[in-house]
């Protein structure tokens, strides 16, 4: 049974830091992929980040969205089979729902959530102005 694990959120200020980590489990997490997405009330699903798990070497892909570049970090950790969201210079527009996806499919573009198989049940983030 696969399972992703969210933890982190919380409420913070604006200018603020947050990470998120994700942990999986039941499925493969090698040479796979990990997205971060986020919703916020009355607005769709957006893609965060991504990144391309464990495949071995040094260097790993990874993918921001346009409103996060430079001010949001996505990692993993091997070993542990999780991922991981640094979030700093926090904004009141980063609030939303954050969830963790995994297991894209081959070729899909990484910031499109249909494309993933596996959701966490999201982590609440709150930016206050």
């Known amino acids: 049974q696969v399972q992703l694990v969210e933890s982190g959120g919380g409420s913070v200020q604006a200018g603020g830091s947050l990470r998120l980590s994700c942990v999986a489990s039941g499925y493969t997490y090698s040479n796979n992929f990990m997205g971060w997405f986020r919703q916020a009330p009355g607005k769709e699903r957006e893609g965060v980040a991504a990144?391309?798990?464990?495949?071995?070497?040094?260097?790993?892909?990874?993918y921001y969205a346009d409103s996060v570049k430079g001010r949001f970090t996505i990692s993993q950790d091997e070993a542990k089979n999780t991922v991981y969201l640094q979030m700093n210079s926090l904004k009141p527009e980063d609030t939303a729902m954050y969830y963790c996806?995994?297991?894209?499919?081959?070729?899909?573009?990484?910031?499109?959530?249909?494309?993933?198989?596996?959701w966490g049940q999201g982590t609440q983030v709150t930016v206050s102005s």
């Open positions: 996806a995994a297991d894209k499919a081959d070729g899909g573009a990484w910031s499109e959530d249909y494309e993933y198989n596996y």
């Open positions: 990144i391309h798990t464990g495949d071995g070497s040094t260097y790993y892909a990874t």
